[in-house]
């Protein structure tokens, strides 16, 4: 049994910071790795980054990189993005995924479960 919820999306300005959460359940938190995705509105879903199980190894699209970092605290079963100098392009709904099932971290078919998500809006 997996839960997924994303919180702390809302509107940012245009090289602002901003951070989300996912709050997970179950043992797929720790046992397999994480990342998030997003998705605007008539774009495809794509990759923004992800973290393993023990935060060691971090993989990010090279739009966000250098920008948004990924962490997680497993004691608490949380996920973090952070994101800083955000731009308007980053505007989408964000989701957390878990329970990855290859080393393949973005491809979103590898991951078992997903989160309902959060919108972002970054205003220039």
């Known amino acids: 049994q997996v839960q997924l919820v994303e919180s702390g999306g809302g509107l940012a300005q245009a090289g602002g910071p901003l951070r989300l959460s996912c709050a997970a359940s179950g043992r797929t938190f720790v046992s397999a790795g994480m990342g998030w995705f997003r998705q605007a509105p008539g774009k495809e879903r794509e990759f923004v980054g992800a973290i393993s199980w023990d935060g060691s190894n971090t993989d990010y699209a090279d739009s966000v990189k250098g920008r948004f970092t990924i962490s997680k605290d497993n004691a608490k079963n949380t996920m973090f993005l952070q994101m800083k100098s955000l731009k308007t392009e980053d505007t989408a709904v964000y989701y957390c995924?878990?329970?990855?099932?290859?080393?393949?971290?973005?491809?979103?078919?590898?991951?078992?479960?997903w989160g309902q998500g959060t919108q972002v809006t970054v205003s220039s």
């Open positions: 995924v878990a329970g990855r099932t290859s080393a393949r971290v973005r491809d979103f078919a590898e991951y078992r479960y």
